[in-house]
């Protein structure tokens, strides 16, 4: 058993902010993958997709606009308290609509680390 406190943030690949999380470099999981993420206010992530795992996310804070589909053309609003589900290979995107309060979620996937493919052409 192995506690992960919260440590310092850190960019990743797609373009929001990380925390702590539960991993195969952090605490050698084999399939389980946690992680604490933030999106800044008035910032959004790239358009990406997780290859090869399915993705369960929890929102804590704020409020993300979530758009998703090879051209982004689908749009959702999430609010604190909503879970959604993210089958792999969605391409998607995260936009904080907020000026001034940052957006903060948990993420859960069957696969041991932070696998994130961009997407280029679906700006």
Known sequence: MQIVKPGPDH??????????????????????????????????SRPHYHADCESA????????NVRWGEELEHALA?????????????THLLEN????????????????DEDSVEVPWAR
């Open 97 to 112: 609509p907020s000026e001034t309060q940052a957006a903060e979620y948990v993420v859960a996937r069957d696969a041991p």
């Open 11 to 44: 960019l990743v690949p797609r373009g929001v902010v990380g925390g702590a999380e539960v991993s195969q470099a952090t605490t050698g999981a084999a399939n389980i993958y946690m992680g604490l993420f933030r999106v800044p206010a008035g910032a959004q």
């Open 57 to 64: 996310v929890y929102m804590l804070s704020g409020q993300l």
């Open 78 to 90: 999430l609010e604190p308290g909503d879970m959604v589900y993210v089958p792999p290979r969605e």
